[in-house]
């Protein structure tokens, strides 16, 4: 079946520090994949998404890789803010559109200044 | 600003009674939205899709006669947990997308259920 596995947090960073949130999927066929993030109080909001194999998505500094042959989409940025601080889900669509969303648990992340 | 809302954030009731949770698509109209669950520390799970005008459809293991959704406009749909327990506890989400495919999901703020 579709799943999505993503690192347990919490995650705790300095301001200014790397950041990295591993993803991997299972999937039949070629599954669009999806980081969402979630600030406290407000519903989630679309980060990045990348529709092919090896496209790139990236917003706000943050980047994600499709990387089918180790069936990862982790997302990293080079320097967290405070304002970073959120939930972020990995997610896979697996009916080629933006719809049906697979989810997983999410990583909340807090940037301490 | 938030382009899809959700009501009530927060509610609630006694095991048996019925709940209703509304979402709505504040600048668009969507002929589809979507009802999540996520338990504490669990991942989102899909629980049905929307279809306006006609009955919705449900992921497998969810039970249709137990949470059940109307879509009776292209702006607002609505999931009634119906004979509440305290297992339904949880926290309800739902998502519209301006169009079908390639359009990004926006995603309401929550309803956070809790049956007594």
């Known amino acids: 079946g579709n799943s999505v596995t993503q690192m347990e947090g919490p995650v705790t960073l300095s301001e200014e520090a790397f950041l990295t949130i591993n993803c991997t999927y299972t999937?039949?066929?070629?599954?669009?994949l999806f980081w969402y993030v979630q600030y406290p109080g407000e519903g989630l909001q679309l980060l990045l998404k990348?529709?092919?194999?090896?496209d790139k998505g990236s917003n706000k500094g943050f980047e994600a890789t499709y990387r089918k042959e180790t069936t990862s989409f982790h997302l990293e940025k080079g320097s967290v803010q405070v304002s970073d601080s959120a939930v972020y889900f990995c997610?896979?669509?697996?009916?080629?559109?933006?719809?049906?969303?697979?989810f997983g648990k999410g990583t909340k992340l807090t940037v301490n200044p | 600003g938030a382009v899809v809302s959700q009501h009530p954030s927060w509610v609630i009731c006694k095991s048996g009674t019925s709940v209703k949770i509304e979402c709505r698509s504040l600048?668009?109209?969507?002929?589809?939205m979507f009802w999540y669950r996520q338990f504490p520390k669990q991942s989102l799970m899909l629980m049905a899709t929307?279809?306006?005008?006609?009955?919705?459809?449900?992921e497998q293991g969810v039970e249709k006669d137990k949470f059940l959704i109307n879509h009776a406009s292209l702006t607002l749909s609505t999931l009634t947990v119906t004979s509440a327990h305290p297992e339904d506890s949880s926290f309800y989400i739902c998502?519209?997308?301006?169009?079908?495919?390639?359009?990004?999901?926006?995603f309401g703020n929550g309803t956070r259920l809790t049956v007594t």
């Open positions: 600048d668009f109209q969507a002929t589809t």
């Open positions: 997610a896979l669509s697996y009916q080629g559109g933006s719809e049906k969303l697979v």
């Open positions: 990348a529709t092919k194999a090896d």
């Open positions: 999937a039949t066929g070629y599954p669009s």
């Open positions: 929307s279809n306006e005008g006609s009955k919705a459809t449900y």
């Open positions: 998502s519209a997308a301006r169009t079908v495919n390639n359009s990004p999901l926006h």
